[in-house]
């Protein structure tokens, strides 16, 4: 069973009834309880939670701290390619953007990978866009003999792939698979990605599940918040997470909640997402699921990350670029989207010590 | 001539004087442990090797470990017997002392230790000449199949880990205390120091603190605690303690009869 047939029993759900039908109390019921099931997580997603933030963000803190303590990972993400030949209207580097394409050469790699461990990173993002041919899992897989030179994990952002290339990249030295399924609403969905290989809904969310089946350490998933309704992108993003967890016990998951930015190209039709309703989302995605990575990228600015951390943060990027060599070649400044929290690694370094928390940078070594 | 420990602690050849072990994971600073030692007495102390890079001033916390201190390299992150045995192997590859807490996780929601797994890798470490210290829920079988496979020592489990929630396994722990040879360390989920000092007074040969104290807003004071409730209880458990009534001694026994005239 896929998480497919998961998502297919809500397809009738009336959701403005769904969500105006759970009571202050039923939230109250949800925030005392140890063992949260999807109605709970529903129940603190939902507009009656708003009152109870405070209580919220309380309980989330314990338990962040007792599960992960007084630590928060650094890692950056490292662009290789931004050939791409889907057309996703909310992307930078969809195909019909014109803007100038490059994918780093191996040797650009080594320079690239270079000077970001160079400022202490270990464990390393790294991202192309979808383009059979170019960014491959041949490529790949040289680029990560160079990078397992400089960094003890590598994670993956690329195209959703089958399990036999998962499989290569995870011998290649990958332990980490990031990936977004952008909309949990078909619909939606189908609406956004006008052309090439992502257009298959089923396909990219069973991704992570093929991942896991070829024995990929951890997955870390989100919707882009602003195609849909952020309560319900926050809800099935949470189902995907407890369901993978039910059926991959030992995988660890994490999620991420992405505002969309900036970026070349248009996409006018965004659904409104506010601080409030990221931190209701984090809030409400720590308490479903305690031991759950929280992954926060740059796409959010210094100060709400820094208010964010104590809440239940696992993981921040730091030196960021969503450019294609953007650490090292300062004339690639096309990224995919642009970045609102521009520290480096020393200033982000000092923000979480200043918070309170230690930054770490190592928490995994190949083996 | 160094001092002669009463009581000792003795696990793989090694003598101890303390019986808190603490862990080294959930720090606000690395910089804490010397003091948190120092202050505390512990003289082990488990160390990540997931979380080590020794290459990296900032992620070295070997570094903040003084010399007398034992380092008790886990496992974590192991997923089965065979990545244990991996990461057990790089440890002692880079210089480790042999000493191997061995945890293996196939359930990250709760981190629940997988007993078949562990029991596996337990034998193949101990063979190779490894001082195996295994963490494992408490279940007498495991206990028994990790002590014929050749553990220095079992971690059972007083809760589940991170948790603080005190003295949950009782039952088991005290039937394995009482049927297994080998030092029983209990470890995790202890939240408060009479946690501590209650296993302590059960029969346990030390305890391993991590989240009670790292997350404290005072770690060292915290530790110090532990320390002193684990001295307490340990006392109390040489002394023998007085057997516990369930009811008052009645007055007019239902036997009494027997004795009288």
Known sequence: MTFLTELEKYQSTDWNAFWQGISAARVQTALGKSFLNPEDYAALLSPAAVPFLEAMAQKAHALSLQHFGKTVLLYSPMYLSNFCTNTCTYCGFNAANKIPRKQLTLAEVETEAAAIAQTGIRHILILTGDAPGKADVAYLLGCLQVLKKHFLSIAIEIYAADQADYARLIAGGVDQLTLYQETYNPRIYDQVHLKGPKKDFAYRLAAPERAALAGIRAV???????????????????????????????????????????????????????????????????????????????????????????????????????????????????????????????????????????PIFTDWHAI | MPEKIIDPLVIGGRVFA????????????????????????????????????????????????????????????????????????????????????????????????????????TRILAAEGFVVLPYFSPDLAVARKLADAGAAAVMPLGAPIGTNRGLKTRELLEIIMHEISLPVIVDAGLGKPSDACEAMEMGAAACLLNTAIATSPDPASMAEAFAEAIRAGRRAFLAGLGAQNLQAQPSSPLTGFLHNG
């Open chain 1, 220 to 358: 870390n998933l989100g919707a882009l918040l602003g195609l849909d309704v952020w309560r319900r992108e926050a809800f099935f993003t949470g189902l995907h997470a407890d369901f993978l967890q039910a059926r991959f016990p030992a995988l660890e998951v994490s999620l991420s909640a992405p505002r969309m930015r900036p970026h070349a190209g248009t996409f006018a039709d965004i659904q409104p997402v506010s601080d409030t309703d990221i931190v209701q989302y984090l809030l409400a995605a720590r308490l479903f699921m305690p031991r759950l990575g929280l992954t926060l990228s740059t796409r959010e600015n210094a100060d709400f990350r820094d208010r964010l951390l104590p809440l239940g943060i696992t993981r921040l990027s730091a030196g960021s670029s969503t450019a294609v060599g953007g650490h090292t070649q300062p004339e690639n400044n096309i990224g995919q989207f642009e970045i609102a929290d521009p520290r480096n690694v020393p200033e982000m370094q000092a923000a979480v010590r200043a918070a309170g928390y230690q």
């Open chain 2, 18 to 121: 303390s019986r808190l072990m603490i862990g080294s994971g959930k720090y606000a600073q690395d910089a804490q442990i010397p003091e948190i030692l120092r202050r505390s007495g512990a003289e082990v102390i488990t160390v990540a090797l997931r979380r080590v890079h020794a290459q990296s001033p900032q992620d070295n916390v070997l570094a903040h470990i003084p010399p007398n201190v034992q380092v008790l390299t886990n496992t974590s992150g192991a997923r089965d017997a065979d990545e244990a045995v991996r990461i057990a192997r790089l440890a002692r590859a880079a210089g480790g002392n042999g000493w191997i807490k061995i945890e293996v996780i196939t359930d990250n929601k709760y981190l629940l230790p997988d007993g078949e797994e562990t029991v596996k890798a």
